[in-house]
């Protein structure tokens, strides 16, 4: 039974950290754009060329180049039982290229639960946040230290702060957030299928409380 689940909330929300952890149980691919912009970016591709003049700026890569990028992704056969995509969409324009894709699929967004956080913790969260270089696990200074200070908990690789995670940019996204992606939570109230979660919570409390709007009948 295919199963899509679109996570939204600003830069920070935890889309990153909850999409992994329902990736888990669900058994389903986490699909993050942002993963595979830095993935690019470390391989000097054509796209990561472009996407870093955008990301370094704190402002969204254009929805043609993003939109073809997802497209291509959820055509792998990795993706026929569902997948749990995390800062996709994140303009109407893309919520409707990804309608149109699903829509070829036979299939649909089934819920996108909106991790609802202050603006004030976005920041301090942003600034204190390490990410893994192997495979993007993220951590926090304060909130959720990796046992070993720089070094990843799952696959020790070296943990990094993201060139767009400075105070200043953050705001900035924060504020592209609020212009751009913010629309789709009225979109999604509309269809019905929008859910939102405290994310001002422990990591766990918040993946409990998603898990517990999962429909019944994709829980393993
Ligand atoms: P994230 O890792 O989700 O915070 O994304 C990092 C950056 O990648 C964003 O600030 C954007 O510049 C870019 N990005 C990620 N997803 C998208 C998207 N769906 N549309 C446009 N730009 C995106």
């Given at each position: 039974m295919l199963l899509t689940i679109s996570i939204l909330g600003a830069p920070g929300a935890g889309k990153g950290t909850q999409a992994t952890l329902l990736?888990?149980?669900?058994?389903?691919?986490?699909?993050?754009?942002g993963d595979i912009f830095r993935e690019n970016i470390k391989n000097q591709t054509d796209l990561g060329k472009l996407a870093k003049t955008y990301i370094d700026q704190g402002e969204l890569v254009?929805?043609?180049?993003?939109?073809?990028?997802?497209?291509?992704?959820?055509?792998?056969?990795?993706?026929?039982?569902?997948?749990?995509?995390?800062?996709?969409?994140r303009t109407p324009a893309q919520a409707i290229a990804l309608d149109e894709m699903l829509k070829e699929l036979n299939t649909r967004v089934d819920l996108v639960?909106?991790?609802?956080?202050?603006?004030?913790?976005?920041?301090?969260?942003?600034?204190?946040?390490?990410?893994?270089r192997e495979s993007g696990h993220i951590y926090h200074t304060t909130f959720n230290p990796p046992r070993v200070q720089g070094i990843?908990?799952?696959d020790g690789s070296e943990l990094y702060q993201r060139d767009d995670?400075?105070?200043?940019?953050?705001?900035?996204?924060?504020?592209?957030?609020?212009?751009?992606?913010?629309?789709?939570?009225?979109?999604?109230?509309?269809?019905?299928?929008?859910?939102?979660?405290?994310?001002?919570q422990y990591i766990e409390h918040v993946c409990r409380d998603i898990m517990a709007v999962v429909p019944k009948k994709f829980k393993k």
């Open positions: 990736s888990k149980k669900l058994g389903l691919p986490h699909i993050s754009s254009p929805d043609d180049v993003t939109i073809l990028m997802i497209k291509d992704r959820l055509s792998r056969p990795d993706c026929a039982k569902g997948t749990i995509l995390d800062g996709f969409p639960p909106f991790i609802d956080v202050e603006d004030d913790v976005l920041i301090n969260r942003l600034s204190g946040r390490w990410t893994c990843c908990n799952i995670d400075t105070a200043e940019t953050a705001k900035h996204r924060i504020q592209v957030y609020r212009e751009q992606t913010s629309p789709l939570i009225d979109h999604y109230k509309n269809v019905g299928i929008l859910e939102v979660i405290n994310g001002d």
